[in-house]
T-cell receptor, first 110, second 119 residues
Framework: DAKTTQPNSMESNEEEPVHLPCNHSTISGTDYIHWYRQLPSQGPEYVIHGLTSNVNNRMASLAIAEDRKSSTLILHRATLRDAAVYYCILGDSGNTPLVFGKGTRLSVIA | GAVVSQHPSRVICKSGTSVKIECRSLDFQATTMFWYRQFPKQSLMLMATSNEGSKATYEQGVEKDKFLINHASLTLSTLTVTSAHPEDSSFYIC???????????????FGPGTRLTVT
């Protein structure tokens, strides 16, 4: 499995934007970049995914580097409810399961 | 859309007994379901992959006779922990991927998890 590297933890102030980085230098041409988050004692929640172009949805934006070796998940205005572990995962378009790394624990300060 | 449910959400059982956890896709047909477990302060670990009507494929180190997986329909998969022991206490999470989901068939949608405690 292609691996990703994320900072162990990050901190943000409430109402401010948060940029969560992810490095994936060994990404293959068919790998999608997926972001999930997990709140305490809950299952992971889908956030966003992309292949080459930047993506936006109601939860977040995903900025993908031109060489695809890194990406950034952007939360435009962090709230206390955004405190979670954020996972950046590479996955192809086939049937292979998502394999989770350690993720980034985001703390949001009021 | 894309809701996955699990039942029960919590279960406590005695050592040596078996426990069954159900995973249902509520608004789509899950051609593939995955089972993960998560120990405290750790990430999710994939246990097995099951396709509807086929035998599950287990990850290395996961005992197939201990963790029985049945994926008998496109909306239901079950995980049975047989002869449970305290070391099986964990957070078990199922995930589903399938057809009928707007936008993509590649995403995995996760259930809320089942906390198993074996005493």
């Amino acid at each position: 499995d292609a691996k990703t590297t994320q900072p162990n933890s990050m901190e943000s102030n409430e109402e401010e934007p948060v940029h969560l980085p992810c490095n994936h230098s060994t990404i293959s041409g068919t790998d999608y970049i997926h972001w999930y988050r997990q709140l305490p004692s809950q299952g992971p929640e889908y956030v966003i995914h992309g292949l080459t172009s930047n993506v936006n949805n109601r939860m977040a934006s995903l900025a993908i580097a031109e060489d695809r070796k890194s990406s950034t998940l952007i939360l435009h205005r962090a709230t206390l409810r955004d405190a979670a572990v954020y996972y950046c995962i590479l996955g192809d378009s086939g049937n292979t399961p998502l394999v989770f790394g350690k993720g980034t624990r985001l703390s949001v300060i009021a | 859309g894309a809701v996955v449910s699990q039942h029960p959400s919590r279960v406590i059982c005695k050592s040596g007994t078996s426990v069954k956890i159900e995973c249902r896709s509520l608004d789509f047909q899950a051609t593939t379901m995955f089972w993960y477990r998560q120990f405290p302060k750790q990430s999710l670990m994939l246990m097995a992959t099951s396709n509807e009507g086929s035998k599950a494929t287990y990850e290395q180190g996961v005992e197939k006779d201990k963790f029985l997986i049945n994926h008998a329909s496109l909306t239901l998969s079950t995980l049975t922990v047989t002869s449970a022991h305290p070391e099986d206490s964990s957070f078990y999470i199922c995930s589903a991927r399938g057809a009928g989901l707007a936008g993509s068939t590649y995403e995995q949608y996760f259930g809320p998890g089942t906390r198993l405690t074996v005493t």
